[in-house]
């Protein structure tokens, strides 16, 4: 457990706090004193360039497929004449 999801876990304001904690109990119990990055802490490579590009063409291609699915909602909105797209705040029906 990282001293990030101690604090968490425990309710704990600080880091500080917790590492009080390992300090204090050091002598006790060694293997509590081993503090690790969290997953989210860890440093990733940044993207080299064709991944960049790559990634760039795959969010283009979601934006215009979701761009025509709008146009697609739209029409079918338009000439069935009913409501596709969910309102916000609308009640679920119960079966």
Do not use: H
């Amino acid at each position: 457990m990282s001293i990030k999801e101690a604090q968490s876990a425990y309710g704990v304001k600080t880091e500080k706090i917790i590492r009080n904690w390992l300090t204090q109990y050091k002598t006790e119990k060694v293997e509590l004193c081993v503090i690790t990055e969290s997953v989210m802490a860890k440093k990733t490579k940044p993207f080299n360039a064709a991944q960049t590009q790559a990634l760039q063409k795959a969010l283009e291609e979601a934006e215009l497929k979701i761009k025509a699915l709008n146009t697609l909602i739209d029409v079918a909105e338009e000439q069935l004449k009913i409501d596709i797209k969910k309102k916000s705040g609308a009640k679920q029906s119960s079966k």
